[in-house]
T-cell receptor, first 114, second 114 residues
Framework: QQQVKQSPQSLIVQKGGISIINCAYE??????FPWYQQFPGKGPALLIA?????SEKKEGRFTISFNKSAKQFSLHIMDSQPGDSATYFC?????????????FGKGTLLTVNP | KAGVTQTPRYLIKTRGQQVTLSCSPI?????VSWYQQTPGQGLQFLFE???????NKGNFPGRFSGRQFSNSRSEMNVSTLELGDSALYLC?????????????FGEGSWLTVV
């Protein structure tokens, strides 16, 4: 049972363009939604996170949009750069005894062409 | 501040053997969790420890076990290795006081089972 569905699987964007990655979740008990960035040979690194009491959070070129009623959230990377080329994972946690467990999406391989 | 440190980084084992992986969390972090990352299944939660107690466990067979020491260091063990256990094993740490604490990942231990 995949509780967090992520799309697309891969994404190619030109330098300066906007990269958009979408995620949908099923468990309404989730209350914390982080995005992680992973470069080859490295562990995932937290990029930005949001709680369901806000609809949008922006940090530099990265923005999370959150739609609680649709149970969807997305990551927008503005002015995408070749250095942003990496795999991006959305995740969710929350719900009593599962507060400390992250459920990840399958990941999106982003390639930003120069 | 040193990050999450995992050892060994790479190892090759034979089917039927067992393996122990080590993790040193960020100083001051009391929660340590483990994840398995494979191309097919993505990032999957194994278990989480806080103050030497397992608080959460994922859907993995009993061959996968872990423990946490009083200094918050953690080890995970996989017995009777199978080819399908080949994966990147990631350790993560957080303060652990409440849900939503930022979870920091190490660079992982690459396990190959032959």
């Amino acid at each position: 049972q995949q509780q967090v569905k992520q799309s697309p699987q891969s994404l190619i964007v030109q330098k300066g363009g906007i990269s958009i990655i979408n995620c949908a979740y099923e468990n309404t008990a989730f209350d914390y939604f982080p995005w992680y960035q992973q470069f080859p040979g490295k562990g995932p690194a937290l990029l930005i996170a949001i709680r369901p009491d806000v609809s949008e959070k922006k940090e530099g070129r990265f923005t999370i949009s959150f739609n609680k009623s649709a149970k969807q959230f997305s990551l927008h990377i503005m002015d995408s750069q070749p250095g942003d080329s990496a795999t991006y994972f959305c995740a969710a946690s929350g719900g009593g005894g599962s507060n400390y467990k992250l459920t990840f999406g399958k990941g999106t391989l982003l390639t930003v062409n120069p | 501040k040193a990050g999450v440190t995992q050892t060994p980084r790479y190892l090759i084992k034979t089917r039927g053997q067992q393996v122990t992986l080590s993790c040193s969390p960020i100083s001051g972090h009391r929660s340590v969790s483990w994840y398995q990352q494979t191309p097919g299944q993505g990032l999957q939660f194994l278990f989480e420890y806080f103050s030497e107690t397992q608080r959460n466990k994922g859907n993995f067979p009993g061959r996968f076990s872990g423990r946490q020491f009083s200094n918050s260091r953690s080890e995970m063990n996989v017995s009777t290795l199978e080819l399908g256990d080949s994966a990147l094993y990631l350790c993560a740490s957080s303060l652990g006081g409440f849900a939503g604490n930022t979870i920091y990942f190490g660079e992982g231990s690459w396990l190959t089972v032959v």
